[in-house]
C-alpha cells in the first residue's frame, strides 16, 4: 500500500478493521450466547442421527468460518477503499495475479475434498444395513396415511398398525435394536421423515426403498414425530406418524397386543340394528346420499375395494362439512369392517372420508 | 498500444465476418445440437424403460420389430435420400441448377414416400392393436417414431420451400445458405432415424 | 442500414405502441423483456404472500383448502423461475449483448422477437390454469409424476396440461433466444474485438446460451413424455403400467440444475461489469473468471442428481463429489469479485450497493449449499426449508440483487435519464432487511424439521416466531418494490439527464448515445482490451497506472495474463 501514490489515513484501515471485528465478536457472541443453537440439528436419536450430528458440526464448523473470513474481506474493503474526493488519479490497475488465483484455486479445492471424505465415511455408516435386522417393518405410504407392517424374517406379515399418529397408534421399536424399514407406496412419490433421525427417505412407487436404524438407548419411552416430506397433493402435510421408542419389554408387550388386534374378527353389526351399505373405490364412496333413521344407533357395512395404502373412513360431520359428530377408524385398502354409530336426532349431515376430502370423497346422509 | 503489438492477428476470427460459416447455418449447426439433446432425453427414458421391463420386447408385439420388413425399405430410402441430398448441394455449389432441382426433388419425393410408409405401418400396428397405451412398450415406440417421423415433416416441409425456392430461381452457387442448413438438418433427421433403427429393431 | 446507422435522431424510433409491437430491435426486446418480466415478478410475488401469509401462524386461514396453497406455491415458483429471473436475464442480455460487442443487432432481429413473443403467450397460458375445473397445476414446480399424472388424487384437471404446454413454449423461447445470442457472439464481433476481449457480461451469457441450448431441449423431451402419458395413454412415469417414476427426476434435473446457472451466470455477468466501473480498476483475473465461467458451465452438467439424494435411485459418492467440485469455480469468482474492489476506489452508486449485495447473499447462497452437497447432512435438510433458504439465497440474494444491480447500471442507457441515487438506496435497504429477515429464518425452520410445501404446520413444534419473522420480511421485500416503481416513474420523466457515458463506464455500449440510435453506432472505438472506453478515455498507457513500482502495476501484466491462450481460441 506505501507504493500508493496516496497516502490513506491509517484512521481509515482502522475504522475497517475495527468494523470486521466487531461483526466478528458479534457471530462470536451469538454462538456463544446459545442463540446459535436455532441452526442446530435436534438432538440426535439413533446411532446413525449421531454420525449426522457429527458430520453437520464439522461442515457448520467451516462454513462459518468462511462466512467470517469473506464477508469480512467484503466489509473491510468497501469500509476502507471507499473513493474520496482526493482520489482523482486511477488506483493501482491490477489485473490479475496468477499465484493468488492459483491459491484459491488450490484451497477450496483441499477442503471440499475433504469435506467429501468425510461425507463419504459418514454415509457408509449411515447407508449400512446388517445382515440380520432384529426388527423388520414395511412402511406403505398412500395418499394420505402412513401404514406399519411387522414382518418376521422371512417377511411375512405378523400385524399391522394402521393408526401412524396418536393415542395407541404410531410405529413402535425397541431402543437399540436394528429396526430394518422398507418402503413403498401405491400411488405417488412420499418421502418417510424423521426431523430427530437426521434422515428422510423417499417412498417411490414401483420401487422399494430401505434403510436402518438404532434408536440410542437412552430415548426409551420418547415419541418422535414423523411427516411425509415430498409433495403428494392435498393431503401432504396430514400425513403425519409417529416413531415411538420401547424397551425390549414393552415392545414385545405392544406387538403382542397388535397381532392380537389383528387376529380378532371385525365386530359383528348389533343385531337388530339398521345396515347401511357403503363401497369405496378409486377415492370415491359409490353412493353420495344415505339414509338412516333417526333415534336408534345404526351400522355402516363399509368395503373399501382401493388397494392396499389407501385408507378410507366413514365419519359423520355437520352439514358444514368440518364440524365433526361421529369418528371412525379408518380401514386399508382391499379391507371391510362394520362401523357402528350412536343415534343422530333427524336431520341433513355429511358423511366423509378424513383422509380424503378434496377430491370432495363426502355424501349427505339424511337421517329421519 | 502494446496489447495490438502483442497480438498481430487478433482481427483473424473477428470482425463482422464474413468468414466461416454464415449465420443461418451456425444457427442450423446450433439448432441441430438442441435437437440432438431432445432425443437423447428420449433415447434415455427409452433405455430406462426398457431395462426395468422384461421381456423387451413384450412377447405379443415381438414380431413386429422384424427388422428385414418394410421397415428396412423405408430405411434405405430414406439413407438414399441424404445421398440425393447431399447431391443437391453439391450441384447448386457448382452452381448447376438443373442437377440441384433434380436432386432436391428426388429427396422432397423420398421423404413424403418415408412418411407414407410410417403411417401405413401405424395403420398396420393399429389393427394389431398396438398403440401408444399398449404398456410401455407401445409408449416408448410410438414416441420415438413419432417424434422422429415429425422431424422429417417439418424436414420435408423445408425441402419443399428450397424445392419452390429453387424452381424460383433464388438460389446459385454464391448464395444458397438455405440449401446448406436444410441438407444439415435433413442429414441430422436420416442419423436420428438410423440410430432409432438400432436401438429398435436390432439390439 | 447504413443510412440508418448514421442518422441516430431518426424520427419514428421513439414510435407507438405499434412500433414496440412490431419492433425487431434488440433494445426494444430487451426493453420489453425487462417489462414483461417486472409484470411477472409481481404476479409471482403476489402469489409468495399468499403462500407467506397462510404460513404466518399454525392453522388454515387464507386458502380454503390445501389444493389452493399448492396451487400458489406451484405457479409462485414456476413463474419466478420461468417468467421471470431466466427471461429478466435474457432481456439485460438481449440489451446489452449486441451494444457490447458492438454489433447493430442480433444475428436474427425476427427470431429475437418471436423468442419474446412466446414468452407473455406462455405466461397467459400458465394462468389460463385458474380458469379450469381444478384449477393451475399443483404439483410444485418441479411437478414430479406420478402426483402429475392423471390420477384423481394427483393432477386431473387441465390445469397440468396448461402447465406443461406453457414450459415447452417457454422453453423453446428459451432455446432459440440461446442460438441468437451464440450466434451473434460468434459472428457478430466489431472488428478488433476478440472472444478474449469481450465484457464478462457477454461470456456469462455464451455459456448460458450454451447451457440452454444443450439442456432446455432435454426437459422439453420430459414435458412430452408427461403430457404423453396425461393425454395419450403413455406409461413413462406410471409404475402400474410398467414406466419408472424417477426416470422423470433424472431428465428434469438434467435440465434444472444447468437452469440453475441460466439463471446465476448472466447476474454474475452484471456484477462483473459493474464492479470494475465503480472501483475504477480492471476485474481481477479476468482469464481466470472465464475459465471459472465455463467450468460451472461443464460441471453443471455432472450433477443434477444432487436434488436426488433421498430418492435412494442415485449413485450418491460421484454426484456428491461433482457437487463439492462445483463449489471450487464459484469460490474463484467471488475472491475474485473482492479483488475487483481491494484497494480501487469506491464509489457507492446503487449498481455498486446492489451488487455487494449480491456479494455477500450469494456467498451465503453458496455456503448453505455445502450443507446439502454432503449426503448424510442432505439426507436431514432435503426438502425441508433450508433447501428454500439455500435456493432464495442463490436465486434471490443472488439473481435478483444482480438483476437490480444491473437494472440501475443501464437504466441511463436504455433511457437517457438517471434513476434517482437516494431511492435506489431506500429500495436496497428495505430490499436487503426484508430478503434477510424472510429468507434467513428458513435455515432454522428447515433444521428443526420443516418440510416444504405445507400449509400447516404443529403450533407446538416451535416454527411458530420464524414463521412469522419470515412472513414480516416478506412484505417488506414487497414494499421494497414501492420506491423502485416510483423511481423508475418519476426519473423516467424527470430523471437528471445521463449523456452517453454517466459511469465512466468501460465497455462499449457507453461509447454510443443514451438511449442508441437504431443498429447502436455510429462509429466504435479502437478495442484493444475488455475495456476499449477506458483506453480511450485513460489512454493505453493508463493499464499501468501512474508508473508505481509495483510488479502488478506494470502494462505487461494484461500480456501475461492474456497470451497463454489467445492463440488457438482466437
Known sequence: ?368 | MTTAVAHPEPHAASGHAQRGISNPILGMLLFITSEVMFFAGLFAAYFATRAANTPWPPAVFAHILDPLGPIIFATILLIASSFTCQFAVWSIRRGDRRGYLRNIGITFVLGVVFLAMQVYDYGLLFSEGMTMGSGPFGTTYFTLTGFHGAHVFGGVLMLGVILYRGMAGQFSAKHHDAVEAVSLYWHFVDVVWILLFTILYLI | MATHALSPAAAGYRGGVYEWLTTTDHKKIGIMYLVNSFFFFLIGGIFALLVRTELATPGIQLFENEHVYNEAFSIHATVMIFLFIIPILAGLGNYAVPLMIGAPDMAFPRINALSFWMLPLGGILLLAGFLTEGGAAAAGWTSYPPLSERGALSSPGPGQDLWIVSLVLIGTSSILGGINFLVTIFKMRAPGMTLFRMPIMVWTILVTSVLVVMATPVITSALVMLFIDRNYGGSFFLPDEGGTAVLYQNVFWFYSHPAVYVMVLPAMGVISEVLPVFSRKPLFGYKAFIFATAGIGALGFSVWAHHMFTTGAVFLPFFALMTFFIAVPTGVKMFNWVFTMFRGQLTFSTPLVFAIGFLTMFLIGGINGAFSASVPVDFALHDTYWVVAHLHYVLFGGSVFGVFAGIYYWFPKMTGRMLDEGLGHIHFWIMFVGFNLTFFPMHMLGIKGMPRRIADYDQFAGWNDWNLLATIGGFLIAVSMLPFIWNVFVSLRNGKVAGDDPWEGNTLEWATSSPPPPYNFDRLPEIRSERPLFDARHGPTAHGGHGGPDQEEAPKLLEEDGHDDQGPTA
Open chain 1, 1 to 368: 500500500m506505501s507504493t500508493s501514490p496516496r497516502k490513506r489515513p491509517a484512521s481509515e484501515a482502522l475504522v475497517a478493521g475495527g468494523v470486521v471485528f466487531l461483526l466478528i465478536a458479534i457471530v462470536g457472541l451469538v454462538f456463544w450466547s446459545g442463540a446459535g443453537q436455532a441452526l442446530y440439528p435436534p438432538k440426535a436419536a439413533t446411532t446413525q442421527a449421531v454420525e449426522i450430528s457429527r458430520l453437520y458440526d464439522i461442515v457448520f464448523a467451516i462454513a462459518v468460518a468462511i462466512f467470517i473470513a469473506v464477508e469480512g474481506l467484503i466489509v473491510w474493503t468497501i469500509l476502507r477503499y471507499r473513493r474520496r474526493p482526493a482520489d482523482v488519479d486511477l488506483p493501482p490497475q491490477t489485473h490479475g495475479n496468477n499465484l493468488v488465483e492459483a491459491l484459491w484455486t488450490l484451497i477450496p479445492t483441499v477442503i471440499v475434498l475433504y469435506l467429501f471424505a468425510i461425507s463419504a465415511g459418514t454415509l457408509t455408516t449411515v447407508e449400512a444395513v446388517s445382515p440380520n435386522p432384529d426388527v423388520r417393518i414395511h412402511a406403505v405410504a398412500g395418499q394420505f396415511q402412513w401404514k406399519f407392517e411387522y414382518l418376521d424374517a422371512s417377511g411375512t406379515v405378523l400385524a399391522t398398525q394402521t393408526r401412524p399418529i396418536g393415542e395407541g397408534g404410531g410405529m413402535a421399536v425397541p431402543v437399540g435394536r436394528t429396526v430394518y424399514v422398507t418402503l413403498d407406496s401405491p400411488d405417488v412419490i412420499h418421502a418417510w421423515y424423521v426431523p430427530r433421525f437426521l434422515f428422510k427417505r423417499d417412498v417411490v412407487p414401483g420401487q422399494t426403498n430401505h434403510f436402518e436404524f438404532v434408536v440410542n438407548e437412552d430415548e426409551a419411552g420418547q415419541r418422535f414425530s414423523g411427516q411425509c416430506a415430498e409433495l403428494c397433493g392435498t393431503g401432504h402435510r396430514a400425513m403425519l406418524f409417529d416413531v415411538v421408542a420401547m424397551t425390549q419389554a414393552d415392545y414385545d408387550a405392544w406387538l403382542a397386543v397388535l397381532i392380537e388386534a389383528g387376529n380378532a374378527t371385525p365386530p359383528p353389526a348389533p343385531s337388530g340394528a339398521p345396515v347401511l351399505n357403503l363401497v369405496a373405490k378409486d377415492i370415491a364412496y359409490d353412493t353420495t346420499t344415505l339414509d338412516a333413521p333417526a333415534g336408534v344407533p345404526f351400522v355402516i357395512a363399509f368395503k373399501n375395494e382401493d388397494v392396499p395404502g389407501v385408507p378410507h373412513d366413514v365419519d359423520i360431520r355437520q352439514q358444514d362439512g368440518t364440524t365433526v359428530v361421529q369418528d371412525q377408524e379408518t380401514i386399508d385398502g382391499d379391507a371391510e369392517t362394520n362401523y357402528t354409530y350412536d343415534a343422530l336426532e333427524a336431520g341433513t349431515y355429511t358423511f366423509i372420508c378424513s383422509i380424503h376430502p378434496i377430491p370432495a370423497m363426502t355424501g349427505t346422509l339424511t337421517v329421519q
